[in-house]
């Protein structure tokens, strides 16, 4: 059974720091592509950030460059989302993404909310 499980969401206040987690099982993690996307409500969800399978070459986001920092592990199936310097437009509910070449898993997302 595949799963890809997301944590570490919550209400922090701007400039503070976040770290989510992703943690897989049921499929062989080393082989995906691992990304992190949000959907604020009312807009559609977006690609935060992404990486390969060996955790090279990450790409962000132009609104999160500098700030969020994605990162792997592979021995603990798990890929993690640094985030700083939060602000309210940050605020969405943010999923994890694995992908392959000829399949694609969600997680069921966790909430941030940035707000004083």
């Known amino acids: 059974q595949v799963q890809l499980v997301e944590s570490g969401g919550g209400l922090v206040q701007p400039v503070g720091s976040l770290r989510l987690s992703c943690a897989a099982s049921?499929?062989?993690?080393?082989?995906?592509?691992m990304s992190w996307h949000r959907q604020a409500p009312g807009k559609e969800r977006e690609l935060v950030a992404a990486?390969?399978?060996?955790?090279?070459?990450?790409n962000y986001a132009n609104s999160v460059k500098g700030r969020f920092t994605i990162s792997r592990d592979n021995a603990k199936n798990t890929v993690y989302l640094q985030m700083n310097s939060l602000k309210p437009e940050d605020t969405a509910v943010y999923y994890c993404?694995?992908?392959?070449?000829?399949?694609?898993?969600w997680g069921q997302g966790t909430q941030v909310t940035v707000s004083s």
């Open positions: 993404k694995a992908a392959s070449t000829i399949r694609t898993y």
């Open positions: 049921g499929f062989t993690f080393s082989r995906y592509t």
């Open positions: 990486i390969t399978t060996t955790g090279g070459n990450p």
